[in-house]
């Protein structure tokens, strides 16, 4: 069985490969979001990784949660690893300002949205792939 992207998460943006996860971008201008998706089959959670594994995406958590917090200096930031709608293994790291639209409450379903313009996507990429290469490589 190889690795493949759920089709719940294939309309992410793709910023980079680590060791272990791909990680993607919510295309969510409100909220710094990203997802460390680990690239293995049929992982739906993090006690179905080996311990190697676990403590590879335990560093990369560390590394998203780095980058948003340097980049983005928000109030707070979230981590959660759901499930309930899509089945794969993936951890959200969302970067959270006191004076963003759903504050304090979750971002899942509020209403308010707003997708990255063209030129916002490529700069938020580029920003977020050079933090990604320096701290991984550090």
Not at 18 to 42: A, H, K, S
Request: aromatic share 8%; hydrophobic share 45%; proline share 7%.
């Amino acid at each position: 069985m190889k690795f493949e992207l759920h089709p719940n998460l294939s309309d992410k943006i793709f910023i980079i490969d680590l060791p272990l996860c791909q990680v993607l971008l919510e295309d969510e201008q409100n909220y710094p979001w990203l997802f460390l998706v680990p690239r293995r089959p049929g992982v739906s959670r993090i006690m179905d990784l080996n311990s190697r594994d676990q403590l590879q995406l335990l560093q990369e958590l560390d590394w998203a949660q780095k980058v948003l917090w340097d980049q983005f200096r928000p109030s707070q930031l979230n981590v959660a690893a759901l499930g309930n709608k899509t089945p794969q293994l993936h951890v959200h790291v969302i970067a959270r300002k006191n004076k963003d639209p759903a504050w304090p409450h979750a971002v899942w379903g509020h209403p308010v949205r707003a997708a990255y313009s063209s030129e916002q996507k490529e700069q938020i990429l580029e920003l977020l792939l050079s933090a990604f290469q320096r701290i991984a490589l550090s």
